[in-house]
Each structure stands twice: as C-alpha cells, then as structure tokens.
C-alpha cells in the first residue's frame, strides 16, 4: 500500500507552564487526489495542526507523517513534498514577482526552474505583471503570487490556509477552479476555510474540530444528512388543519415544515395527511455543512461547559 500523503495519529499538542492541551489525541488522513477540509471556529486547534505538520512545531505527543515520513524525523523531506499557502498576504514589496519566484525555487535548490515559474504565472493570470514589484499588486493578485510560491517547486500535498478570505467573488471562484484542476492532476490538498459552503462544494470529506478535539470525521454529505433535517415547504390553495408529529409552522397558506433527511416527500405527506390536490406549491433545502457544523461545535461547546 502507498504511503499517505499526510497521516495524522493522536496528536497532542500542550503549551506553557500550565500545559495547555491545544490538540488532544486528533487522528485524520488525507487521501490521495483529495480536497479534505479541516474545519473549526477560531481557537479549534487548525492552526496548531497546521504549524506541527509544516515544522514549525514539535507535537508534545503522537504522529506526523508526510508521504509515510514522520515530519519531526526529516523535516527537510517533508518541506520537499509541501507547499503552503498562509492567510497571511506576502509583503515583500521592493521585489518583483518573477524574482520572488526565482528566490523561493532556490530555497529548494532549484536553480534553473524558469520553465515551471512561467507555466504558473500564466495559469494564475500573472504573466503580465511578472515584472512589477509586489508592492505594485493588488490584494488579489498578492494571493495569485502566494498560491505560485507554494506550487513553484512541484509539491505533492498542498496546504491551504484560509487562502480566499477577504478576497473578491470572482477571485475566489478562480482560484477554486485552479484547486480543481490541481486534485484533477493527482495532488492532494488540506482546506482550512470559514467559507463552509466552499468546503461543502469542494471537499469529499472533513475533519471537524473545536477545543482541540475532533468532533466530526467523515464523507461531506454524509455528515450533512446525519446532522441536518430537510425543510419542506408547501404553499397549499387553502388552509389546512395540519397534524403532524414534525416541527412546522405556518402563515397563511405556507406551510413549513422540518423532517429527517431520509424520509421521503410521499411518505412524508401521507403521514401529514395533506392531499395532493390541496399542494399548489412545493420546495426542499436539504440542508447545508453550515448547518451541521453550527450543531456539532455547539454540542461540542455544551460538553466542555463544567457542570
């Protein structure tokens, strides 16, 4: 069987004098060829996790392993197989950008890589600016050089950080398609994101995490269906009285109700009765990540309250 691309495996992660558990015992893996989101609200532990398996810290207990590579054990194998996008935006503004492409190819001992700089300054829509200062860009064309930066010297695993907050629309719809096209081309790619409805459409599976403890693993929809209900609505040509075990309201004529994901809409209506003939309108929101994320960090909120 072929390593991993990055296996995590009960890792813990405590700071300072009072030992502070920041990540306890989380275990995950990243598929080749997969988007997996690794999600939280701010504080979860995603930055601590982030910052252990790109070297930048050493985990007080468990494993990191790049490409089947413990990470603490040849960290300069694993900063070979990475690359890394911060949410931080680059400001090394009296540089221009094919020269900080240039730079960062020679950090891995790439000394003729001008064939690879030019095939992402022309995929990231940069080409053309290759000569101005980065000082001189905007704050989305900042992005665009991060994402080279991290791709420049051909990494298997892509690390994603934030990489669209507060960027425009149509940036972000751009860099999303070049992600696809990246997971299309056989490279693996870790997601941390707040934009959950990106995560929803991009990610096969997501890891969940708050107070440092993972709450959720899993396929995407799966965890949707198990942690959402599905909302009907129905908009009837007269009134109707409903009775109905499942949670509704209504005004006027529209009915709402909340029901299980796996309940059919027939099925459904024969319980609540309602004729067909009375239904003039219909329409379903299965339910969204957003939704199952707000309940499990909620619960998980609930647990970590002392009694």
Request: aromatic fraction near 8%.
């Amino acid at each position: 069987m072929a390593n991993l691309p990055l296996e995590i495996i009960n890792l813990r992660k405590s700071y300072g004098p009072g030992m502070v558990e920041a990540v306890k015992g989380i275990s995950f893996d990243v598929q080749p060829g997969e988007i997996f989101g690794l999600l939280g609200p701010n504080g979860a532990g995603k930055t601590t996790i982030i910052s252990t398996l790109t070297t930048l810290e050493k985990p007080t207990s468990g494993q990191v392993k790049i490409f089947g590579v413990e990470v603490v054990k040849d960290p300069m194998f694993t900063k070979r197989q990475i690359g890394v996008v911060h949410q931080e935006v680059i400001n090394s503004g009296f540089f221009s950008v094919e020269e900080i492409l240039n730079f960062q190819s020679g950090y891995y001992g790439l000394r003729r890589n001008r064939e690879r700089i030019h095939f992402l300054l022309h995929k990231l829509a940069l080409f053309e600016h290759k000569e101005k200062k980065v000082k001189q860009l905007s704050g989305g064309m900042k992005r665009r050089l991060m994402i080279a930066k991290a791709l420049v010297h051909n990494p298997k695993l892509l690390l994603l950080d934030e990489p669209t907050a507060g960027v425009d629309i149509g940036l972000r719809e751009d860099l999303w398609k070049f992600v696809l096209e990246l997971r299309a081309e056989g490279m693996s790619i870790l997601l941390t994101t707040h934009y959950l409805e990106e995560a929803q459409e991009l990610c096969g599976r997501v890891g969940i995490i708050n107070y440092g403890s993972l709450v959720a693993l899993g396929n995407t929809q799966q965890i949707i269906r198990q942690y959402t209900q599905k909302k009907v609505c129905l908009t009837l040509t007269q009134p109707f009285d409903v009775k109905s075990g499942y949670s509704f309201k209504n005004k006027d004529l529209d009915y709402e109700f909340l029901i299980p994901q796996n309940l059919p809409l027939g099925e459904f209506l024969d319980e609540v009765g309602i004729p067909l003939q009375l239904v003039r309108d219909v329409s379903i929101d299965e339910g969204d990540l957003a939704e199952a994320f707000l309940k499990l960090v909620n619960k998980a909120e609930l647990q970590e309250v002392p009694s």
